[in-house]
DNA sequence: CCGCATCCTATTCGATACTG
DNA sequence: CAGTATCGAATAGGATGCGG
């Protein structure tokens, strides 16, 4: 439920930069998905949103939390615990992310070959 | 196949920037619905985007073009006539909007709900 | 009819440094 | 640990006007 998040989880040859689909920001659906088996802190966060500033995060985490998507917890105790976790309404998203990856494993090739030929025939109109 | 657009087809009170998904700029997703059965003229799809302005138009279709999603052709003759249409792998995007919009029938008004209610309790962390 | 050229504004993202 | 404050660069989006 809580095993330490992958470092490596979100591929830097095949960012999602490159997909042709966003769930609110940047990074909102990274952040989902790290949350999808459990609640994480916020510099557990971090770890594999790896070049991630704290204020970026901080601003995605609260639009999520606006929106109704993630809770925000505070353990009394020192150091600081904040832990977030998706709501019903996030665990939600999680069937669209899913679909959408489904579709990049099928079809992303094809997209990037697109581009590739593009990149090729340069005859301006 | 290829009756004219609906002007009233993205309704204006419901626009998709309050969606949590975008697929690729803010208008493509509209442009591959109005695309979806059937080819289109340029200013044809100005009618649904009501607002859109030419340029910013044409910037989402040269995308769409160079992603292999939609094939611009011109027939010769004047005035010009100039139709963009869905390749497969456009259409292949069709489902994912579905599942979005289904998504948005669903739950889009917790998300209405959500934010209203966190722009009533300011209490600024 | 289908754009392109210019100019302008707002927002997004990030780097860096600092705080309870 | 979990943020906030400030600054700067880049990009998106739009208004307006011209051109083949």
Redesign the pocket.
């Known amino acids: 439920m809580t095993t330490p998040l992958d470092p490596e989880m979100f591929d830097p040859v095949c960012p999602s930069g490159l997909m042709p689909f966003r769930v609110g ?3 909102t659906g990274m952040i989902i998905q790290c949350l999808a088996d459990g609640p994480r ?4 966060l971090r770890v594999p949103l790896r ?12 639009a999520l939390e606006r929106d109704g998507f993630v809770v ?1 917890t ?1 353990s009394a105790g020192a ?6 976790r998706l709501t019903p309404l996030g665990r939600s998203l999680l069937g669209l992310l899913d679909a959408a990856r489904a579709w990049a494993q099928e079809h992303l090739h094809e997209v990037l070959d697109a581009r590739e030929a593009a990149s090729g025939s340069r005859l ?2």
Chains 1, 2 share one sequence.
């Not at 802190?41 to 557990?44: D, H, K, V, W």
């Not at 070049?51 to 609260?62: D, E, F, H, Q």
């Open positions: 920001d940047k990074w802190r916020f510099s557990e070049n991630i500033t704290p204020k970026v995060l901080t601003k995605s985490l609260r925000r505070e150091p600081r615990h904040v832990a977030y301006p109109r």
